[in-house]
């Protein structure tokens, strides 16, 4: 009597969960993150895209007031990577990206990490997926946080960039500055010495390259598909594999 109870207990408690749209094996993923760049961590080597937001690439180029070129990929994850300071992490995870990277609000203590990096213009609301950040995105807008001290293309835009990509942030920015930024936007050169993996699209698969590999020197970098980064892991972490040997 009481197994059977028990059982039915359980089954309307799972068909509850999921009419809620609430994981009956939700996980939660506790530790100290290495920081791959300003969307995506690395715990106990469980990769993490934070859910709801999407920041600059680790080779984005953004421009400042004067219209000059800046790396603001590299800067957004260093911010994120002072924010944290060692601490520990605590992320819900709600499911699982096509490179298998868990998607999770995190958090440390009471503060929402995803929502700071929106509130303090690192990234932008991810809202393809979520509305759960617009409010913190208008705010950092209006008082010129981050990005938005100057003028940038949104991150999903700046993956399949072209020279019709819509330009966002401050007016001030020269237009001039910005139609020779959208002209040169492909740069053969590193956003940062320290960021010399070239990674590219080959039958549909991304595949990095390290200096000194036999394709590395052949490879340019003038195509929207093409991309930098600044380790093995973070190439990794965006879903690109190592040349087969």
Known sequence: MFTLSHTVAATSLAGFLCLS???????????????????????????????????????????????????????????????SKNRPWSCEVEGRDRYDRSLAFCSIGSQDINQWIVQNGWALAFVSYSNRYVADESWSRDIHAGLWSGAFIAPWDWRSR????????????????????????????????ACTIKAGV????????????????????????????????EAEAAGCRAPKR
């Open 21 to 83: 749209g609430i994981s009956a094996h939700a996980e939660t993923i506790v530790g100290e993150p290495r920081i791959v760049d300003g969307d995506t961590v690395d715990i106990g080597g469980k990769k993490i895209r934070l859910q709801g937001i999407d920041a600059p690439e680790s080779d984005q180029l953004c421009l400042d007031a004067q219209g000059e070129k800046w790396a603001c990929g590299i800067a957004a994850r260093d911010a994120l990577s002072a924010f």
């Open 162 to 193: 072209s020279e019709q990509t819509v330009i966002l942030g401050s007016i001030s920015v020269p237009a001039t500055a910005q139609k020779l930024w959208l002209e040169g936007m492909s740069s053969q050169d590193a956003p940062d010495p």
């Open 202 to 233: 080959h039958d549909g698969e991304c595949i990095y390259h390290l200096t000194g590999d036999r394709w590395y020197a052949k490879m340019t970098m003038d195509k929207p598909d093409r991309h930098w980064f600044c380790s093995e892991k």
